[in-house]
């Protein structure tokens, strides 16, 4: 769980982030609310929202990224 603030909203807003591990079989499709998928990599953390770049720090870290 990774909590940081919440990026376009006002000071103090927090978000707090939830994430997991799976295998997946099959391809992987943007559908509804999600409008594009892309692949990252460490060099892009400057691309991502701050409390994400904590995700990135902690992944590259583990050497996950």
Same mark, same amino acid.
């Given at each position: 769980?990774?909590?940081?603030?919440?990026?376009?909203?006002?000071?103090?807003? *927090?978000?707090?982030?939830?994430?997991?591990?799976?295998?997946?079989?099959?391809?992987?499709?943007?559908?509804?609310?999600? %409008?594009? *998928?892309?692949?990252?990599?460490?060099?892009?953390?400057? *691309?991502?929202?701050?409390?994400?770049?904590?995700?990135?720090?902690?992944? %590259?870290?583990?050497?996950?990224?």
């Amino acid at each position: 769980t990774f909590e940081g603030p919440a990026e376009g909203y006002p000071s103090g807003v *927090m978000v707090r982030l939830h994430c997991f591990f799976a295998h997946y079989g099959g391809e992987l499709c943007p559908s509804t609310e999600i %409008k594009e *998928m892309v692949w990252l990599s460490y060099r892009d953390i400057k *691309m991502v929202a701050e409390t994400d770049q904590l995700i990135f720090e902690f992944l %590259k870290k583990k050497n996950w990224l």
